[in-house]
């Protein structure tokens, strides 16, 4: 009998969700940035192992709204531990023991769906340090240490069914959706201090049957100062932005891609509802 299941990737932020969730696909799905929050919408990434199919969701960060964009991101995580049928707890080895998931979230109660607690990062901790204990498993996401007794606890959990996808598929979201993901991950490393948070992206054009693929993005910023930043003197900022992004694209499309970027002014969009629905966020 096959199993599959429904794996929330759940924590504080930067507690190392999107790399873990890249290292159990063998795949760059989701972005990941030194910076914390970087993770807007949650990524469904899929690993199917002998009898076991894993669909895990790389949910945004449980923090503390701020804002609308913030509240948005919150709901997002919300949801995905609402809908798990095991959630997978992150929390950083060299702050053992982790909190209850309830307390972090603030849930009124406990979670319906069981909980692995997974202490990630630990290939940072000294080996003198005190370390989880069974039930509870620690990884490394960039050594792969721990990943098969994760994958065994999470697969003794995930109910028994049939596989819901095909097998050697790696991801449930169009590629247009990981063509703006990459676009701003190229914005969080490109740019400096606080401007990549002030960055979204929409896709207006994919010609997947062209070759190269053509894709036309809209890199949208809050403010005027913004924009000129972006685009830098002649244009230098965007053009090493837009290869950088068009480097990540090609390696998930296994494709040459054209990337045509443009950059305009979305007045406070992180805080402007009907903004942040146009750009694919929910905040209820």
């Not at 290292?23 to 002998?50: C, F, N, W, Y």
């Not at 009124?108 to 039930?135: E, F, G, M």
């Not at 490394?140 to 990943?147: E, H, P, Y």
């Amino acid at each position: 009998m096959t199993r599959c299941g429904t794996v929330a990737l759940a924590g504080r932020p930067n507690v190392g969700k999107s790399t873990l969730l890249n290292a159990l696909v063998g795949e760059h799905l989701a972005i990941v940035a030194p910076k914390p929050q970087s993770t807007r919408m949650p990524v469904i990434g899929l690993l199917t192992r002998d009898d076991a199919q894993f669909i895990f969701t790389d949910s945004p960060g449980l923090l503390e709204p701020e804002y609308k964009l913030h509240e948005a991101m919150r709901a997002a995580a919300l949801r995905a531990i609402a809908d798990a049928e095991v959630i997978a707890y992150l929390h950083p080895l060299s702050e053992y023991p982790a909190p209850p998931l309830a307390q972090v979230a603030h849930l009124t109660q406990p979670p319906r769906a069981p909980i692995v607690t997974v202490y990630t990062k630990s290939d940072l901790c000294p080996p003198n340090r005190p370390t989880a204990q069974p039930p509870d498993v620690a990884v490394s996401a960039l050594t792969g240490a721990g990943l098969d007794t994760l994958l065994a606890a999470l697969r003794a959990q995930i109910p028994e069914g049939p596989f819901h996808y095909d097998p050697d598929e790696l991801a449930t979201q169009p590629m247009r959706f990981f063509a703006a993901e990459f676009i701003r991950e190229a914005a969080f490393e490109q740019l400096h201090e606080e401007l990549p948070y002030s960055v979204a992206c929409e896709i207006d054009e994919f010609r997947e049957g062209a070759e190269p693929v053509y894709i036309r993005a809209v890199v949208y910023v809050e403010r005027d100062s913004q924009k000129g930043i972006v685009i830098g003197e002649g244009g230098r900022a965007i053009k090493a932005l837009g290869a950088a992004a068009r480097a990540k694209i090609e390696t998930l499309l296994g494709q040459r891609v054209f990337l045509d970027l443009h950059v305009k002014v979305l007045p406070k969009w992180r805080r402007h509802e009907p903004s942040l629905k146009r750009l694919g966020y929910v905040t209820s």
